[in-house]
């Protein structure tokens, strides 16, 4: 078992395809994962279970393996403590809960917007490119640059689970410049499919950063650098040279635009 513990976890998937939805059922999606080589003792413990959760899981997953046969369960090292019900967030790390909320409430509209779709009207076209301003302006610029270019600094960034955030982020960012290219063309159907993806893409992203990546890094963050993270995050957000309060407005004003 233990050889199993150190395999990346898509690797462990396409072997015994059962495990992603034990996994699954401890609320651990890793199988649409886009990088996937995350091992499975590193899963584990990012995913802070409780201690008799994650044993009932790994014996789980050891019978998947070797059906039938009597297996010591691996205890899986952690320096902190495991997972309370409620999750706690440092200051830094509630700035960017905070801004999640902003971001998944334009996730909420992206179905009216979808629907309402119109790429040929100088007001169609207009809501397009404010949302393609927002995602830009806010959710990237104000928001995943923080997290990017201060934030996963702290740690090291080749870490698996921070390669996946990355992945999101440019995947995100494909998504952008194909709305913007469909713009071009007036080509709904492409922008309707781009958009709709990037509503799941980021829903799943911020969900996988509010329950587990925010909670593991402040678990793995002195209260000092805790204190520099604030600091340099305050720091990026004035030199930025605009406010957030725009994209506040933008999102009410569509909000009270597409209300049923
Ligand atoms: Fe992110
Ligand atoms: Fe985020």
Redesign the pocket.
């Known amino acids: 078992m233990e050889a199993y513990m150190n395999k990346g976890i898509k690797e462990v998937i396409d072997q015994f395809p059962e495990v992603e939805d034990i996994l699954n059922e401890y609320d651990i999606g890793c199988g649409p994962c886009s990088v996937g080589t995350c091992l499975l003792k590193d899963i584990v413990k990012i995913h802070n279970l409780p201690a008799d959760q994650e044993q009932e899981m790994i014996a789980r997953i050891a019978q998947t393996i070797y059906p039938g046969k009597k297996i010591e369960i691996p205890r899986v090292e952690r320096k902190t403590k495991e997972r309370t019900e409620k999750v706690t967030y440092s200051l830094p790390m509630k700035m ?1 809960v905070e ?2 909320v902003l ?1 998944k409430r334009l996730v909420a509209l992206i179905p009216a917007i979808v629907e309402n779709l119109d790429a040929k009207s100088e007001e169609g076209r207009q809501i397009i490119l404010d949302t393609v301003d927002f995602i830009r302006s806010y ?1 990237d610029k104000f ?2 640059a ?2 990017e270019e201060i934030l996963f600094k702290y740690f090291d960034d080749s870490l698996d689970i921070l390669k996946v ?1 990355y992945e999101d982020h440019t995947q995100g960012r494909g998504h952008v410049q194909a709305i913007l290219e469909a713009l071009d063309r007036k080509d709904e159907t492409t922008i309707a499919k781009h958009l709709t993806a990037y509503g799941v893409l980021l829903s799943q ?2 969900k996988k ?2 329950e587990i990546l ?1 909670p593991w890094l402040d678990r793995n963050l002195s209260i000092s650098r805790i204190g520099k993270l604030f600091k340099e995050f305050k720091e990026a957000d004035d030199n930025i040279g605009y406010s957030a309060s725009k994209y506040e407005a933008f999102i009410e004003r569509m909000e009270a635009k597409f209300k049923k």
Do not use: V, Y
Request: charged content about 35%.
């Open positions: 960017l801004e999640h971001i959710a928001h995943h923080k997290e955030m992203h911020i950063e509010d925010l």
